[in-house]
């Protein structure tokens, strides 16, 4: 079977698949990365990694939500009747939505750089707006973008078991989702606890933030499925769409459970320093999934046949010789 | 059957002796042969005008497509409902054409060699083995050519979206319909 790459032909610019945007703007935004962290090592220089993550990376995740989002509202417009993905690609576009809100607070308005608006027009904004931004911006682009973006799954993965090709879990599977449970029950128990023991005064915000890891289980458990689903499928455009988001949930696990062993000091800071670089990744992987899906829209269209119609219409069908 | 691009280039130049079917007319259309498959069949048309003019066909075929679906605007059902009837005319046209022309149309092609084709187009969505899955399960069935673009329609719709599931599903009528399967041909 042709590959993808041999697939979809560049004639020209603007048919330049936005997958392919996206991994090389990952690539390039990750080998810098790399050199600025050599330098920082070897120099010992903090503020040209600290102008690397204040600036260039808050670009690239602004523009990576900006792009995902607008791919996500473009794959979601092409389904016009029930029974399709459309209520999934709505979700995730509100997902989509909530994760660009949540990161405009978190990587833009609290971060003391020249391109915050604020560092011009508040002048004591940092002192005492830019914690509370933090925490609602990750409040925004985590429990909240989880919760919509697991329900959005959710309706994608019954379309897929509504077709018949919804992935199976297999034995060893068991283990991980077994896992995601614990964890999620620990996580709960955890709050409560906290919750009923501490007698200060509790914020909207931080009480928004403290589902993160329980619907970070519940995206696992998904993520799984996603995965079992895209590796069943085989290569294909529509494999890799949620294949793409199963591995920016996986990446999403990997730096909970990363930021889990530091606190419990069982990694040291200059370890988990890397995972500053996977967050990058992952904002790729999500923005890879409604790519491939576009991807997959405009590569149907540029092979000669697009005849838009209304569910079973007659176009295809009358195409072939009448008995 | 297998594609030409898999089965390699001798056996290819072996069946170009006599003609490409279709299939490998709009694979070759769409660049999608192994080079040297893709020099045989250029050495072949450059002599045979038959398979030239059934390639124009093809081009004419496929260029009226493209026009139709970008005449249809996607949130507009007027013009989308004027572009189907549009559609409509041109196949009927095409048909009587085909119907008046019956020396260019090729050799019936194995209903195997259709599936392969279909197999292959919704490969590249689904991916290989979504694809073998859900071909044999319309297999499994006795079917008609037919039948088979009313199953792809559906699916494809329900994952990629009216016009990215219609395309597909116009490009799998047309390779059906590119190996003059019969609408009765029974695949089992």
């Given at each position: 079977m042709k590959s993808l790459r041999d697939g979809m032909q560049v004639r020209s610019l603007s048919e330049i698949p936005y997958s392919r945007v996206v991994l090389v703007l990952a690539a390039l935004q990750v080998s810098v990365g790399i050199v600025v962290h050599i330098l920082w090592i070897s120099t010992g220089n903090l503020s040209l990694l600290r102008n690397y993550f204040d600036y260039q990376?808050?670009?690239?995740?602004?523009?990576?939500?900006?792009?995902?989002?607008?791919?996500?509202?473009?794959?979601?417009?092409?389904?016009?009747?029930?029974?399709?993905?459309?209520s999934a690609w709505f979700l995730i576009s509100l997902a989509m939505g909530?994760?660009?809100?949540?990161?405009?607070?978190?990587?833009?308005?609290?971060?003391?750089?020249?391109?915050?608006?604020?560092?011009?027009?508040?002048?004591?904004?940092?002192?005492?707006?830019?914690?509370?931004?933090?925490?609602?911006?990750?409040?925004?682009?985590?429990?909240?973008?989880?919760?919509?973006?697991?329900?959005?799954?959710?309706?994608?993965?019954?379309?897929?078991?509504?077709?018949?090709?919804?992935?199976?879990?297999?034995?060893?599977?068991?283990?991980?989702?077994?896992?995601?449970?614990?964890?999620?029950?620990?996580?709960?128990?955890t709050v409560i606890r906290v919750a009923a023991s501490e007698p200060f005064i509790i914020h909207a915000e931080w009480v928004l933030t403290w589902p993160n890891d329980l619907f970070l289980a519940i995206l696992l458990l998904e993520a799984i499925l996603l995965m079992r689903t895209a590796v069943d499928m085989g290569k294909g455009y529509l494999a890799r769409t949620w294949g793409a988001f199963a591995i920016a949930i996986f990446l999403t696990s990997l730096e909970s459970v990363a930021k889990w062993m530091l606190d419990y000091n069982y990694m040291s800071r200059p370890e988990y320093s890397i995972m500053w670089y996977v967050w990058f990744i992952w904002a790729a992987a999500f923005a890879l999934g409604p790519a491939y899906q576009v991807d997959a829209v405009r590569h149907a269209r540029s092979r000669g046949m697009s005849a838009s119609g209304p569910f079973s219409n007659p176009t295809a069908a009358h195409a072939l010789p009448r008995s | 059957m297998q594609s030409p691009s898999k089965k390699g280039p001798l056996r290819f130049v072996n069946r170009l002796r006599t003609h490409p079917v279709n299939a490998d007319l709009i694979a070759y259309r769409d660049g999608e042969l192994a080079s040297r498959t893709r020099a045989a069949v250029k050495r072949h048309l450059e002599r045979c005008e038959r398979c030239r003019k059934e390639l124009v066909l093809i081009e004419e075929d496929l260029l009226h497509f493209g026009q139709l679906a970008n005449r249809i605007e996607p949130d507009s059902d007027t013009l989308m409902n004027k572009g189907m009837f549009d559609l409509q005319q041109a196949m009927e046209r095409h048909d009587a054409k085909l119907d008046q022309a019956p020396s260019t149309s090729l050799a019936i092609t194995p209903a195997a060699e259709v599936l392969a084709s279909v197999r292959k187009e919704l490969a590249i969505y689904l991916g290989a083995r979504a694809a073998e899955q859900f071909l044999a399960e319309a297999q499994s069935r006795s079917f008609v050519a037919q039948d088979l673009v009313s199953l792809v329609e559906p699916l494809m719709v329900g994952?990629?979206?009216?016009?990215?599931?219609?395309?597909?599903?116009?490009?799998?009528?047309?390779?059906?319909?590119?190996?003059?399967?019969?609408?009765?041909?029974?695949?089992?």
């Amino acid at each position: 079977m042709k590959s993808l790459r041999d697939g979809m032909q560049v004639r020209s610019l603007s048919e330049i698949p936005y997958s392919r945007v996206v991994l090389v703007l990952a690539a390039l935004q990750v080998s810098v990365g790399i050199v600025v962290h050599i330098l920082w090592i070897s120099t010992g220089n903090l503020s040209l990694l600290r102008n690397y993550f204040d600036y260039q990376g808050s670009i690239y995740f602004i523009f990576l939500d900006v792009l995902t989002l607008w791919l996500c509202i473009v794959a979601w417009r092409q389904f016009r009747q029930q029974g399709s993905l459309r209520s999934a690609w709505f979700l995730i576009s509100l997902a989509m939505g909530s994760k660009l809100a949540g990161d405009l607070l978190k990587h833009w308005l609290c971060v003391d750089t020249y391109i915050n608006p604020l560092h011009y027009a508040w002048v004591n904004w940092h002192s005492s707006a830019a914690g509370r931004l933090n925490v609602w911006g990750s409040a925004i682009a985590g429990p909240l973008f989880m919760l919509i973006l697991a329900i959005g799954l959710f309706k994608g993965l019954q379309h897929y078991k509504k077709i018949h090709m919804l992935g199976k879990l297999r034995s060893s599977d068991l283990i991980w989702v077994g896992g995601a449970c614990l964890y999620a029950l620990y996580v709960v128990a955890t709050v409560i606890r906290v919750a009923a023991s501490e007698p200060f005064i509790i914020h909207a915000e931080w009480v928004l933030t403290w589902p993160n890891d329980l619907f970070l289980a519940i995206l696992l458990l998904e993520a799984i499925l996603l995965m079992r689903t895209a590796v069943d499928m085989g290569k294909g455009y529509l494999a890799r769409t949620w294949g793409a988001f199963a591995i920016a949930i996986f990446l999403t696990s990997l730096e909970s459970v990363a930021k889990w062993m530091l606190d419990y000091n069982y990694m040291s800071r200059p370890e988990y320093s890397i995972m500053w670089y996977v967050w990058f990744i992952w904002a790729a992987a999500f923005a890879l999934g409604p790519a491939y899906q576009v991807d997959a829209v405009r590569h149907a269209r540029s092979r000669g046949m697009s005849a838009s119609g209304p569910f079973s219409n007659p176009t295809a069908a009358h195409a072939l010789p009448r008995s | 059957m297998q594609s030409p691009s898999k089965k390699g280039p001798l056996r290819f130049v072996n069946r170009l002796r006599t003609h490409p079917v279709n299939a490998d007319l709009i694979a070759y259309r769409d660049g999608e042969l192994a080079s040297r498959t893709r020099a045989a069949v250029k050495r072949h048309l450059e002599r045979c005008e038959r398979c030239r003019k059934e390639l124009v066909l093809i081009e004419e075929d496929l260029l009226h497509f493209g026009q139709l679906a970008n005449r249809i605007e996607p949130d507009s059902d007027t013009l989308m409902n004027k572009g189907m009837f549009d559609l409509q005319q041109a196949m009927e046209r095409h048909d009587a054409k085909l119907d008046q022309a019956p020396s260019t149309s090729l050799a019936i092609t194995p209903a195997a060699e259709v599936l392969a084709s279909v197999r292959k187009e919704l490969a590249i969505y689904l991916g290989a083995r979504a694809a073998e899955q859900f071909l044999a399960e319309a297999q499994s069935r006795s079917f008609v050519a037919q039948d088979l673009v009313s199953l792809v329609e559906p699916l494809m719709v329900g994952l990629l979206g009216n016009q990215g599931g219609s395309a597909v599903a116009g490009r799998v009528a047309l390779l059906c319909k590119s190996a003059s399967m019969p609408a009765h041909h029974t695949v089992t």
